[in-house]
Structures are given as structure tokens and as C-alpha cells.
């Protein structure tokens, strides 16, 4: 894995004309005002990453001379992005006369994911949960371990099923090359996002201000003695060595997308149920399930709750909630904010106030049989396999290939049984015939 | 022992002390000699009680444990503890590392769920190093939760007996948090490093990081509930608004910062 992200690193130094050719493509298209790409304002004014106004101007430029603008796409050649996709997705939405439909992106998905992918569209507050950001490069219903990113089959499969029991729709109907259109657009809004924070980390780790020194390697002082600074700026055109950094930081994503086929969960075929089981079978292993379920290996009864109705664990929050309630702590925290930025400060307020109620990750109530990831037997082994990523519902398998996990496949598949046989169990069963360690489920 | 302030040296004397400032630096590239960075950190305020946790999960098990927020933590005569103090290398550099010290550790660093709060509660480990979380809340299920920005972050159940093992291969630029969300109040810190110069306070707020190689270096002071601490004074220097301080280990000696005083309300608004 690592050798190919060198090779990646090697290949990306060789090209580096692109970033000529990118930024000559951003000033020929200075005349129209498209809706622009919104910065990542809570991770530009936190606490991890303060970044001042002109670092935020900088990361945009070469955010803009690597992607595009919404209304032109651009996709440096190494992100294997297919341009072609991106640019039947982005743009406005409107048909030529052959009947290709263009602007997909803004047609079905905006108003809920919003323009950059934020998940802030005009009725994403009202939504519950709220529309994926994108920008993380995190995604909940998919086939690969926890920590990776999805194939473009597992997005595929989101879009056509929709994600059931929410506000996101399924678009079963478009055209499959839309589809794919559509997937490619939200990867790279997926990328572009994690290398806009890649970025914003770099510029705080490694930029800012530095001692200017004199010709002799001394640091310069002023009269008073005080040490002399300047801001270094981020400038990956004309700065060869930023600019190696900056493609590092987009061949690290990128490889993170262009190996996830290999991080798919393939369930070894022993494990795998049979489809003849017979009735007796079948509740030996539901009974086997249950007894997981209750059990404090698997023990999903501590979130999913005795009568598996969700009302177990509900204080805690999924990663992009918990993310805002952090940082709206910290603002809180912040105090008279000396020593940070005044245009970071003066922009914190609104910041703050831009943030969408934080709301908790209620565990699934497993009784309504809704499935948001998909109600295949495979599917909800997948769930249980690698737990939902950004969510609290943790993985019961291994983490990574090779890795050693909690439970063992067949378990994981007695749990599957059971799961899948609560909507038809009577909730007050599982009461009276409490389990294995009753003094430990509160 | 010489840190730079350079306010208080006249024109003179500070071109002396720069040249020397200099020479030390570029002497320390031949890395033969290697020094001693120690320190003791201070609440500087009243923390009071510290106060107690909310247990909403296993309450017959974790409430009996007296659990507190720890996010401040200060032990006799107000001693600081689990306050980082680490090196900070730009990315891309690395640092001379002593031999004696080449290799991590074989020896795990353990992160124990104990008493439904994670022991200990500040962890370090470099990159090659295992990570071993266990579980010895006997009958009682929790799972690990660990956000990390370089490495593939993991969200794992961990059985009685049954330790999770990690092993990561890239230095992270801040200690990262664990948590469990079944029991969402436990939280704990890991530092992350491909290199051993890293310390974290002990009961008596004292810190020391050994075998640095000899020269002027950047240090990163960081505390949980205020990540990093801005404007500390540190022995003769302050640390600047990224928590940073440019420290100059002496060959063969130690920079011995003292008491650092860590106010209250820096940490707490």
C-alpha cells in the first residue's frame, strides 16, 4: 500500500504543469458569477486550526486552481476523477437538445447537500438526521471496514435505494450514467473537502509566522529587540516545496478512495447461512444471536436497549455533531480570545451561530425493521462487521484485513438471524427471558 | 544554561549570543552530544471538587467508581498532570535520535477500561509501538472510540480478556482522543509520535524528555481542555499563540524550566 502511494507522490512531482495550466483555467472564467464553493468556516475559525483571513483567501485559490468552481469542474489527472462525470453533474441544471440532461447535482441533490457538499442546503436544518457533509470523506452504509472510504458500488447503492427511514430520496430512476455522474461528483466534493482541512492543518502546523533572519542565518530584531516576523504564504505555484506537500496531501486521500475496492468485506463462504436452513435451524440461530446481542462481547443491548427499541445509550453523537459540539464548546471556552486572530474572532460569531442544533446519534429502534443501509442479509452484516463509520455503533469484526476481531464471522451471522427476526418478535419476549448478565443492563 | 530574551540584551551582547545561538545549532547537526528537557507544571487557581460525572449507562457497576471529570487534573499542592510537552518537527524533518533510543519499545502501551474511566488517562506511543486496549471491567461490555487525523481511526468493542492491538505508522500532530460510546463521559489522550521526544506530567505535575540531541529545538505544550497552551511561560522563554517554544538543550547538561505556572482561568473560561 505504501509503495503505491510513493508511486503516486512520484508521478504526481513529474506533473506538475497542471498547476500552470489550473490556475490559467480559474482567470479565464473570472466573468460570470457562479455560486461559489463555501470555505469550511468551522474548521477555519477553530481552535485546532485558527486561520486567519488571508490563509483563507490562499486555501480557497488553491482549492480553486486544483477544483474548479462549481460551475466548471477541474480534477487534477492523478485524482482519477473522470471529468467528463463532473462536468455532467456540476453546473446548472439544463438539458441540450440531444436530451442529455446536465446540472445533476443541482437539479436532485443540492438543496439538501448544499452547493459545496456541506450537507447545508436550504432544508438541511429541518432534516433528521441532516444531510451527509461530504467533506470529511466519511460515509455510514458501506461495504468496506470502518476507517475506509466506500466503493463507488457502495455510493451507486445509496443513491439508487435512497437511505430509508430519511429525508435522502432514491433517484432509482435516473438514467445509470447519471448515476455514475452523480457518484463521481460526490467523490469529489468528498475530496476537495478533506484536502481543504488537509490544507487548513498544514497552513496552522507548518506556515504562519516565522523569524525573519539576516544573511548571515541571525535572526533579525527590531529596535526594541523584539524578533522580526513575516508570514509565510501558501503558494504551491510558485513555492516548489509547498507545493510537493500539497500534492503528498492529495495523493494521501486519494489513495484512501482509489484502494477502497480492496477494502471491501467479503464474507467467507463457510460462515455464509445457507439458504435451505430449515425452521429449527433457523431459531437455533436467532437463539444463539440473541444471546450475543445481550452478551457484553457484542453487547448491543447497552445502545439498542433491552427491548431493542433504540432506547438504550442515547447521550452521545455521531462524528459530524460531535464535531460542532466541540467547537461550539471551545467558542464558548474561547474567552476574550486573546492572541487569536482579530479576523478570526470577528468571523467566530456568525460561525457560531451558522451551526445547526446538535443533535444525538439515537441507536436504531430494531423493531421497525427499516434498514437504512439496505435490508440484505448481507447488508446487515456489514453494519454489524465493521459498525457504522462517524456513527458510535461500533465494528464487531476485525478492523482491517488480517486484523483480529471481537466476534467471529458465524456469530456476527446469528446476530444478523436475530435482527432480522425482532420486527416479528413480540417486544415483551425478550424481557422475561432476560439474559445471560441481567445486573449489568441498565 | 542561555535562553533567548532578547529583550533584555543590549545591541551587543545579542549578536554574541545569536552567533553562539547559531553555532550550538549547527553543532547539534553532528548529534554527538544530547541533553535533558525537564519542567513542573503548576495549576496556578483554585480547581476546587473536581466534579463528579454523570453516569447514565451501567450505573450499578461505574457509579460505585466515584468517577470525575478529569479534563483537569491536579494532584498534592496543586501539581499539574497530563499536560504534553512534545518536539515539534515541521512536516517532512525529522530529528537525530539518540540510539539508546532507535527503536520503540516492544512492550505494549496499554489503555485499560477500568473502573468505567481509561487508565491511564494520557497515554504516549510511537509509531511501530503496540497499542493494546483492554478491558478489565469484568462483565461489563465498552467499546473504543478513537478519532485520529493521519492513521485509519477505529471504533472497536473490547471483550474481557481479549485486548484490541493496534499498531500505527504515522505521527499524529496532537494527542488524540479515545472515547467509548457506550459509556460517552470516558475519554482519554494518546500522543501519536515517530519519535521518543515526547512527556507527559506525572502525579507531581513533573515532566522530562531525555537524550535530545543537543541544539535549539520547538516543543509543543498541550493540555486536554485547552489544547495548546498559548503565551506559558516556560523557564526563561513563552510559548507562542500555537503553544509552541523554541528551547535549547545544552549538550550533556538539561534545560531544567522549573515551575511552570498553567492559570486556571487559561485552561477554564
Known amino acids: 500500500m505504501n509503495g503505491s502511494v510513493a508511486m503516486n507522490h512520484e508521478s504526481l512531482r513529474k506533473n506538475l504543469t497542471w498547476w500552470m495550466a489550473a490556475a490559467a483555467l480559474l482567470v479565464g472564467c473570472g466573468k460570470v458569477e457562479p455560486p461559489p464553493f463555501r470555505l469550511n468556516m468551522t474548521q477555519m475559525v477553530s481552535n485546532e486550526t485558527p486561520t486567519s483571513p488571508e490563509y483563507q483567501q490562499e486555501i480557497a485559490d488553491v482549492l480553486g486552481a486544483m477544483f474548479g468552481t462549481p460551475d466548471e469542474p477541474y480534477a487534477v489527472p492523478e485524482a482519477g476523477l473522470d471529468l467528463s462525470r463532473l462536468r455532467m453533474a456540476a453546473g446548472a441544471a439544463w438539458s441540450d437538445e440531444k436530451g442529455t440532461n446536465h446540472g445533476l447535482y443541482r437539479k436532485h441533490c443540492v438543496h439538501c447537500h448544499g452547493i459545496t457538499g456541506d450537507g447545508r442546503g436550504p432544508t438541511a436544518r429541518f432534516l433528521n438526521p441532516y444531510p451527509r457533509d461530504y467533506r470529511q470523506g466519511v460515509y455510514k452504509f458501506k461495504s468496506t471496514y470502518n476507517a475506509d472510504r466506500p466503493t463507488d458500488d457502495d455510493l451507486l447503492r445509496v443513491l439508487v435505494n435512497g437511505v430509508p427511514g430519511t429525508a435522502m430520496p432514491s433517484f432509482s430512476l435516473l438514467p445509470h450514467s447519471e448515476l455514475e455522474a452523480l457518484v463521481e461528483y460526490v467523490k469529489y466534493l468528498s475530496i476537495r473537502g478533506q484536502l481543504e482541512v488537509s490544507l487548513a492543518a498544514y497552513v496552522y502546523d507548518d506556515l504562519g509566522e516565522e523569524a525573519e533572519v539576516d544573511e548571515n542565518g541571525d535572526e533579525k530584531v527590531d529596535s526594541e529587540g523584539n524578533e522580526i516576523t513575516k508570514r509565510i504564504p501558501l503558494d504551491p505555484v510558485n513555492d516548489p516545496e509547498q507545493r510537493e506537500v500539497v500534492m503528498e496531501l492529495l495523493a494521501e486521500i486519494i489513495e484512501g478512495w482509489e484502494s477502497s475496492a480492496e477494502k471491501v468485506v467479503i464474507p467467507s463462504e463457510d460462515h455464509i447461512p445457507a439458504d435451505n436452513r430449515n425452521a429449527e435451524e433457523i431459531a437455533a440461530s436467532v437463539a444463539q444471536g440473541r444471546e450475543l446481542f445481550f452478551g457484553t462481547r457484542a453487547n448491543c443491548v447497552k445502545c439498542h436497549g433491552p427491548t431493542a427499541l433504540g432506547d438504550g445509550q442515547q447521550d452521545d453523537q455521531d462524528s459530524w455533531n460531535k464535531a460542532h459540539k466541540k467547537f461550539l464548546q471551545d467558542m464558548v471556552n474561547a474567552g476574550d480570545q486573546e492572541g487569536v486572530h482579530p479576523g478570526i474572532v470577528a468571523s467566530r460569531a456568525e460561525v457560531v451561530a451558522s451551526i445547526y442544533t446538535v443533535r444525538n446519534a439515537i441507536p436504531r429502534n430494531l423493531r421497525q425493521g427499516i434498514y437504512r443501509g439496505g435490508r440484505r442479509r448481507l447488508d446487515i452484516f456489514w453494519r454489524i462487521y465493521t459498525g457504522i463509520a462517524g456513527t458510535p455503533m461500533p465494528a464487531t469484526g476485525p478492523a482491517s484485513p488480517g486484523a483480529q476481531g471481537t466476534l467471529k464471522e458465524e456469530e456476527i451471522w446469528n446476530i444478523v438471524d436475530y435482527v432480522l427476526s425482532l420486527p416479528y418478535e413480540t417486544p415483551s419476549r425478550p424481557l422475561k427471558a432476560l439474559p445471560v448478565n441481567l445486573e449489568a443492563v441498565n | ?269
Not at chain 2, 60 to 66: A, I
Not at chain 2, 170 to 195: Q, T
Request: proline residues 4%; glycine residues 8%; charged residues 25%.
Open chain 2, 1 to 269: 544554561m542561555m535562553t533567548i530574551n532578547s529583550k533584555h540584551l543590549t545591541g551587543c551582547t545579542r549578536v554574541a549570543v545569536f552567533a553562539a545561538i547559531a553555532l550550538a545549532t549547527f553543532a547539534s547537526a553532528t548529534a554527538a552530544d544530547w541533553g535533558t528537557l525537564k519542567g513542573r507544571f503548576v495549576l496556578d487557581g483554585d480547581l476546587g471538587e473536581p466534579t463528579a460525572l454523570t453516569v447514565s449507562k451501567d450505573v450499578e457497576y461505574c457509579g460505585k467508581n466515584n468517577l470525575v471529570d478529569e479534563s483537569i487534573a491536579v494532584g498534592e499542592g496543586n501539581a499539574l498532570k497530563n499536560v504534553f510537552v512534545y518536539l515539534y518537527l515541521k512536516r517532512g524533518k525529522s530529528v537525530d535520535i539518540h540510539p539508546d533510543l532507535a527503536e520503540p519499545s516492544s512492550e505494549p502501551v496499554v489503555l485499560d477500561n477500568h473502573g468505567c474511566r481509561f487508565e491511564p488517562h494520557v497515554a504516549l506511543l510511537r509509531t511501530g509501538q503496540t497499542l493494546e486496549v483492554r478491558n478489565s471491567d469484568k462483565g461489563i461490555g465498552h467499546n473504543t472510540n478513537f478519532t485520529l487525523l493521519k492513521n485509519p481511526a477505529f471504533n472497536e468493542m473490547v471483550t474481557n480478556d481479549s485486548p484490541i492491538k493496534k499498531m500505527f505508522t504515522k505521527s499524529e500532530s496532537y494527542p488524540s482522543s479515545a472515547v467509548c460510546s457506550i459509556h460517552p463521559w470516558m475519554k482519554a489522550h494518546v500522543l501519536i509520535r515517530d519519535n521518543p521526544y515526547m512527556a507527559t506530567s506525572g502525579e507531581d505535575g513533573s515532566f522530562v524528555i531525555e537524550k535530545i540531541p543537543a541544539g535549539t529545538h520547538e516543543f509543543i505544550f498541550w493540555q486536554e481542555s485547552s489544547g495548546n497552551l498559548k503565551k506559558l511561560s516556560v523557564g526563561k522563554s513563552k510559548t507562542s499563540r500555537k503553544g509552541r517554544a523554541k528551547l535549547k538543550i545544552p549538550a550533556d547538561g538539561e534545560l531544567d524550566l522549573g515551575e511552570i505556572k498553567v492559570k486556571l482561568s487559561d485552561l477554564r473560561k
